[in-house]
């Protein structure tokens, strides 16, 4: 926690803050890579809706990483207007299978998501969505069906924030993620009202090769018009 109070931006327990240059750099030598992720972002805002909750850096910065992954499978669990699901589903192989599972409060956001699943069908991906509690058993149960006995080759876990929520979905979803596979976890240095994530990053980290994406700059703000760090981690099985 005081690690995340200082602002500081840490690689796998290592700061990269004297680093960004030099990433920023190596970006430039694969800008059709970062152009894409751009692409895909840009039209996603366009097409859909003019937001995605998550910062832009740090996004970019995890498609630049696991651009050698080419998943087959691809889970998301929290989609809201599948922002992140159109720019992540960028990575995967083609024809890839992608599921997104999210309970859909908001008509609005249902409505939303569909247009973004239809997007991604234009693009050759079968897409599939359960709308559901990604803790009850039926979300559960209806992702086994989809699978087939197969495992997922990439994971984002954006629903549920709290302690208990967090930890559900990661037991549940990641024991099914396949050796070799990686779990995308957003927000984990969030310390805002009830999330939790926060609190069991340490102990993931310890467990499981992971690497930490912190984009601390000032003037990163959502919500509350509060600048607030959010953060992706990345966790390989």
Known sequence: AKEVQDGRNRHRGHSVQQKQDQTRSSWDR????IGEVRQRWCKFRESVVDYIGQD????QTVCHILS????KIFVEVGSEFGGSLYVYAGLCAPEANIV???IGHRLLSRRRLRRTCRLLRREGYKVNRICADSHCDYALDELKKILDGRKIDLLHIDGDHSVSGF???WVDYGSLVAPGGAIIVSDFACQLGKMGIYRLWPGIRRKHKSLEILNCKPGVERFRKLPLIIGIGIVWL
């Not at 694969?30 to 890579?33: D, H, K, N, R, Y």
């Not at 832009?56 to 996004?59: N, S």
């Not at 050698?68 to 998943?71: A, C, D, N, S």
């Open 68 to 71: 050698v992954l080419h998943p």
């Open 100 to 102: 997104s599972i999210d």
């Open 167 to 169: 930890y559900s979905d």
């Open 56 to 59: 832009e850096w740090e996004i």
């Open 30 to 33: 694969t800008s059709m890579e």
